[in-house]
């Protein structure tokens, strides 16, 4: 049932694509450059040590990547999932028909993952020039993180988008969740600057783990992965996504059928 959503989806792209451009390609390259290859310049030039990488660029390109992957995620379930339960009532519509919720939400978080996938395609080809990528297998693992962190945000704040009542919230959560998480987990500088208790505090968050998993793919070569570690990052990330998608489908359904 989810595939019979195709159509809807290819209507909603074909009509959206354009207004998305520079957010999606243009953005990411632009903090490239001003945050790897110019501001990188000072850092190298200081001398300082950067765990797992030889140059700053090398470092920050993939936090960016994997920070890159939740904005689009948390772009793509916060006002639309609103609009379609609120505003324009989709959601509504589409139940009326033989699809479920749980067929509804499967197909928003499939197009979540195609919005995620072509973004961070297109991003990690802009980082070939650079001579960032260790192995080729390790670069077909850390595309496929991008669409796990994508997913670890999508999951439960599309179950918060799902019972919100006003958009306002949105912007608090823009605000106090999505920025911190941008600035302290890990891509910009090691989180081992932090005080002990924020590093705590960095090691919980999802986008954490999956700068970690993005920067060893990316970097490492294939025989270094620490690959138990790997795993635990991994299995965090999972976790919240069926964690959140259970949590999600729940949340629409009672505010769909209520």
């Given at each position: 049932?989810?595939?019979?959503?195709?159509?809807?989806?290819?209507?909603?792209?074909?009509?959206?694509?354009?207004?998305?451009?520079?957010?999606?390609?243009?953005?990411?390259v632009?903090?490239?450059?001003?945050?790897?290859?110019?501001?990188?310049?000072?850092?190298?030039?200081?001398?300082?040590?950067?765990?797992?990488?030889?140059?700053?660029?090398?470092?920050v390109?993939?936090?960016?990547?994997?920070?890159?992957?939740?904005?689009?995620a948390?772009?793509?379930?916060?006002?639309?999932?609103?609009?379609?339960?609120?505003?324009?009532?989709?959601?509504?519509?589409?139940?009326?028909?033989?699809?479920?919720?749980?067929?509804?939400?499967?197909?928003?978080?499939?197009f979540?993952?195609?919005?995620?996938?072509?973004?961070?395609?297109?991003?990690?080809?802009?980082?070939?020039?650079?001579?960032?990528?260790?192995?080729?297998?390790?670069?077909?693992?850390?595309?496929?993180?991008?669409?796990?962190?994508?997913?670890?945000?999508?999951?439960?704040?599309?179950?918060?988008?799902?019972?919100?009542?006003?958009?306002?919230?949105?912007?608090?959560?823009?605000?106090?969740?999505?920025?911190?998480?941008?600035?302290?987990?890990?891509?910009?500088?090691?989180?081992?600057?932090?005080?002990?208790?924020?590093?705590?505090?960095?090691?919980?968050?999802?986008?954490?783990?999956?700068?970690?998993?993005?920067?060893?793919?990316?970097?490492a070569?294939?025989?270094?992965?620490?690959?138990?570690?790997?795993?635990?990052?991994?299995?965090?990330?999972?976790?919240?996504?069926?964690?959140?998608?259970?949590?999600?489908?729940?949340?629409?359904?009672?505010?769909?059928?209520?």
């Amino acid at each position: 049932m989810v595939s019979r959503q195709f159509d809807y989806w290819l209507t909603v792209y074909q009509r959206t694509w354009r207004g998305s451009v520079f957010n999606s390609f243009v953005t990411p390259v632009l903090y490239l450059v001003a945050m790897g290859m110019l501001l990188g310049r000072f850092v190298d030039d200081s001398g300082a040590r950067l765990p797992g990488a030889t140059t700053y660029l090398h470092f920050v390109a993939p936090g960016l990547l994997a920070a890159h992957a939740m904005q689009i995620a948390m772009g793509e379930v916060l006002w639309p999932v609103m609009g379609m339960v609120k505003w324009n009532k989709t959601y509504f519509s589409m139940i009326a028909t033989p699809l479920r919720v749980v067929d509804v939400f499967g197909a928003h978080m499939a197009f979540v993952a195609f919005r995620i996938a072509t973004t961070c395609a297109v991003f990690m080809l802009a980082l070939v020039p650079f001579g960032l990528y260790a192995s080729w297998p390790g670069v077909v693992l850390a595309f496929a993180v991008q669409l796990l962190i994508g997913l670890a945000f999508a999951t439960p704040f599309f179950g918060v988008a799902a019972w919100a009542k006003s958009d306002s919230v949105f912007s608090v959560i823009m605000r106090i969740v999505v920025t911190p998480l941008f600035l302290f987990s890990g891509a910009f500088f090691p989180v081992s600057n932090l005080a002990a208790p924020l590093q705590v505090a960095a090691q919980l968050t999802p986008l954490y783990h999956g700068v970690e998993l993005t920067r060893a793919f990316m970097l490492a070569p294939w025989g270094a992965i620490d690959w138990p570690m790997m795993a635990g990052h991994a299995a965090y990330l999972l976790a919240i996504v069926v964690v959140g998608a259970a949590w999600a489908t729940r949340r629409l359904e009672r505010r769909l059928i209520s």
